[in-house]
């Protein structure tokens, strides 16, 4: 069960000293056999016992789901300091152990987030192989640069939006998606009929992308942590996006001797295309 869920049956969201003891009360009396089956068989009985702290049904539903899905977590915040019977001083301090944990999904985002700097890191060197190539004036290069973080700019409200009504995981997969178009359609920017308009209009595409993959990665790192480690969950994934901020030069440096410009463009395109995917 994923530790949110976890959370969210033991009433803890704050870690308040008041929250902390009503879910201690709640299941030391949940969990009053040592045996975690009857404890389950008994949960029904238990709350009822305990209308101080609890009369809500579907806060007793969650408690026995608990324990009939997680008897490993149920058995380490029940874990006691002595041979004594547990205390709340035991329970707070096994809770605050769970909860302080970083959560493993954290470092799939981290890769992507790696990924995403990769990819800007990787056309600075392209950018002024390609502007010296289409022979763009110094204004509309200043518009070429404007458009990423214009979009950027005007993406996060839509961005927000989208996040909120369909989901975490649809917006880092669109954010990506746009991001792999708008880096792979920069390749055409050298073939006839195309030029700077082509080349403003794919980067405005860029930015869409990363305003809608970084709401719904921020987000589902919120999610995924908790008030204990929230500061240290975004850590790995901006140390990620800057680590691949760092490489990305040198790893465009060497694809443009390899293969080119617009071969470049192409191959980071395809790349944040497949993370997407």
């Known amino acids: 069960m994923p530790r949110e ?6 009433q ?18 949940w969990t009053a056999h040592t045996d975690a089956q009857d404890a389950a068989n008994g949960t029904t009985a238990a709350c009822n016992e305990g209308k101080s702290f609890s009369t809500d049904n579907k806060a007793v539903e969650g408690l026995q789901r608990l324990v009939e899905i997680d008897k490993e977590v ?11 019977k547990l205390t709340l001083e035991d329970y707070e301090a096994n809770l605050r152990t769970y909860a302080g944990r970083l959560d493993s999904r954290i470092y799939p985002i981290a890769v992507s987030f790696a990924a995403t700097g990769a990819s800007i890191g990787i056309i600075i060197p392209c950018m ?4 010296q190539l289409l022979h763009i004036p ?4 200043g518009l070429v640069v404007s458009a990423f973080g214009l979009s950027k700019l005007i993406g996060n409200i839509p961005a927000a939006y989208l996040v909120d009504r ?34 403003i209009a794919c980067r405005f595409f860029t930015g869409l992308g990363v305003a809608n993959f970084m709401a719904g ?16 969950s975004m850590a790995p994934i901006m140390a990620g996006f800057q680590a691949g901020m760092a490489l990305g030069p040198a790893i465009g440096g060497v694809l443009i001797d390899q293969v080119g410009i617009a ?14 995917l």
């Not at 149920?74 to 004594?84: H, R, Y």
């Not at 110094?138 to 290069?141: A, K, L, R, T, Y």
């Not at 921020?218 to 908790?226: E, K």
């Open 166 to 199: 369909y989901g975490r995981k649809l917006a880092m997969n669109a954010g990506l998606g746009l991001v792999s178009v708008g880096i792979g359609g920069i390749s055409a920017a050298l073939l006839p009929g195309f030029g700077w308009p082509w080349l």
């Open 138 to 141: 110094s204004s509309q290069f």
């Open 263 to 276: 071969n470049t463009y192409a191959t980071v395109g395809v790349l944040c295309g497949s993370l997407g």
């Open 217 to 232: 990665s921020f987000m589902y790192v919120n999610d995924i942590s908790t008030t204990l480690n929230r500061s240290r």
């Open 128 to 131: 002024p192989l390609l502007i």
């Open 12 to 29: 803890i969201s704050s870690f308040s000293r008041q929250e902390i003891e009503n879910s201690f009360v709640m299941v030391t009396k």
């Open 5 to 10: 869920e976890v959370l969210r049956c033991l």
């Open 74 to 84: 149920v058995t380490a915040l029940l874990k006691s300091s002595s041979a004594s």
